[in-house]
């Protein structure tokens, strides 16, 4: 089956500084890559996507990219606000709707 | 986008009594799924709730312990038989929602066995 990894685990950035997560995947079959963004107490939020035939795409001041030939594929957040810390998932999906989520990466925002 | 939502949010159960989970999806629903969070962890897919016949279950799952009914095409429950501390959880309600399928999440219902 899938096998989505994460890195990193945890994220300190300053208010203003750019992050990024990155995650890989192991089955070449996975066409869509989703990115969850999941709050204290609260169920994941999908923040953006990207199907395998893009290899980038950006809303605002997120984007995700995309290499399959690497099986590997990024969030990058740009200038960083107090409200972005929260849980990142990171999710690969091989068909069926089935999705594989990576392990998390807290990111926290200093003010 | 989708609302789902997920009835209890939260519940304090005894061990060995069994705990209903409700969710209702306001949209489109081509699938829906159950996923297990443990806190401070990832999501693990339970099973995909199939309408009129028997959810398909993920490996280490099982209907007897968690038996899923989805009677139309945008409600679903899943059911936590004879608890146990073990089975302390988030538990979390899915959907695809057409036009492109893209997967949302209900709130979660955090349960506590005793």
Redesign the interface.
């Given at each position: 089956g899938e096998n989505v990894e994460q890195h990193p685990s945890t994220l300190s950035v300053q208010e203003g500084d750019s992050a990024v997560i990155k995650c890989t995947y192991s089955d070449s079959a996975s066409n869509y890559f989703?990115w969850?963004k999941q709050e204290l107490g609260?169920?994941?939020?999908?923040i953006i996507?990207i199907r395998s035939n893009v290899g980038e795409k950006k809303d605002q001041r997120i984007a995700v990219t995309l290499n399959k030939t690497a099986k590997h594929f990024s969030l990058h957040i740009t200038e960083t606000q107090p409200e972005d810390s929260a849980v990142y998932?990171c999710a690969a999906e091989t068909g069926?709707?089935?999705?594989f989520?990576?392990?998390?990466t807290r990111l926290t925002v200093i003010p | 986008s989708a609302v789902?939502s997920q009835k209890p949010s939260r519940d304090i159960c005894q061990r060995g009594t069994s705990l209903t989970i409700q969710c209702q999806v306001d949209s489109q629903v081509?699938?829906m799924?159950w996923y297990r969070q443990q806190p401070g962890?990832?999501?693990t897919?339970i099973a995909?709730a199939n309408q009129g016949s028997e959810a398909t279950y993920e490996s280490g799952f099982v209907i007897d312990k968690f038996p899923i009914s989805r009677p139309n095409l945008t409600f679903s429950t899943l059911t936590v038989s004879n608890m146990s501390p073990e089975d302390s959880s988030i538990y979390?309600c899915s959907a695809?929602v057409r036009p492109n399928?893209?997967?949302?999440?209900?709130?979660?219902t955090r349960l506590t066995v005793l």
């Open positions: 989703p969850y609260k169920g994941p939020q999908l996507d998932f069926a709707n089935n999705l989520f990576g392990t998390g | 789902i081509t699938m799924f962890q990832s999501l897919l995909t979390l695809s399928n893209e997967q949302f999440f209900g709130p979660g």
